[in-house]
């Protein structure tokens, strides 16, 4: 198995600073351009898993800048260009504090919440008698404060969000819209591959005063996909549907005894098992993109990256 790619340490001309993710090393240009590495770790329950997967930030970013170049009409984005397989420079934009959760179906943890008793989510009221994985009447907007490392994201309502400030009225009202259209066109795009978008997040922020579309959008990180073929049938026989997401290492860690709760210790990644997430996200990129995936060569993959990103910089000097 080819080694992961975990950790970058470059040193661009113009570096203002490093910022460092659960999956992204994100390094701020002259504070103009971000250069954004997609690395090789993973994450799940808010805990990156000790072991990186091979491919997986090549897999993440080329899925990320299919879409934003595919929703670019819709409204503006960071993305300026990717010039290496896990890479993406793109505009810095000072970032909104709330992520917009986009939901089609009651699953995951909404579908908790309401089995838990709760009716409503972030003030969108629910019906009575609802099921796991029931498609709602329209697409609902759910957002989430944006939680620091270790820290979960957190549920609030657009009011709240209004109220504390954290976004005018004016400005969330437009991310809604935004968050909406993003969403039919990722849900069009997916129904092309035989696929449902079921939900997603997005990430904005505002450039020059111009709200902007940021990070990565319709990824299986960021995304969770049903296989459209056998939904209606396995809903009415309340099965469990088949997904395309990285909920699988979810379950995987489920199963080893591991939530991120305190205490628990992350499950052996064994180089088996790490080359079986690796097949999954080449498998999950190949049936939402439709196109074969195409290996980046291995060898001295960091001093790759590191000239592809000079070049880049220098261009745009």
Known sequence: MNEAIVKTDFRFEGQKDLYIGKVRDVYNID?????????????????????????KGQVLNQIASKFLDATSDICPNWKIASPD?????????????????VRAYLTGSSWRDYKAGARSICG???PEGMREHQRFDRPIVTPTTKAEIGSHDQNISKEEI??????????????EKYALA???RGSKMAAERGLILVDTKYEFGKMDGVI???????????SRYFYADGYQERFDRGEQQR???????????????????????????????????????????????????????????????????????????
């Open 243 to 317: 997904q395309l997401s990285k909920e699988f290492v979810r379950e995987w860690l489920m199963e080893n005894g591991f939530q991120g709760k305190p205490g628990q210790q992350v499950p052996e990644m064994t180089p088996t098992i790490v080359e079986s997430i690796s097949d999954r996200y080449i498998e999950l990129y190949e049936q939402i993109t439709g196109e074969k995936f195409v290996k980046s060569p291995t060898d001295n993959v960091a001093e790759r990256m590191e000239q592809n990103v000079r070049n880049m910089l220098a261009r745009l000097r």
């Open 212 to 222: 902007t579309l940021i990070d990565e959008i319709h990824t299986p990180d960021s």
């Open 85 to 101: 397989p896990m890479v993406t420079v793109g505009h810095k934009c000072e970032t909104f504090p709330v992520e917009m959760i």
């Open 162 to 175: 209004i109220a504390q400030g954290l976004v005018s009225r004016e400005d969330y009202e437009q991310l």
């Open 124 to 126: 969108v009221p629910l």
């Open 31 to 55: 504070d103009k351009y971000l250069v954004m590495v997609v690395t090789d770790r993973i994450s799940a329950f808010d805990v990156v898993l000790p072991e990186g997967i091979p491919y």
């Open 182 to 184: 993003l969403f039919e």
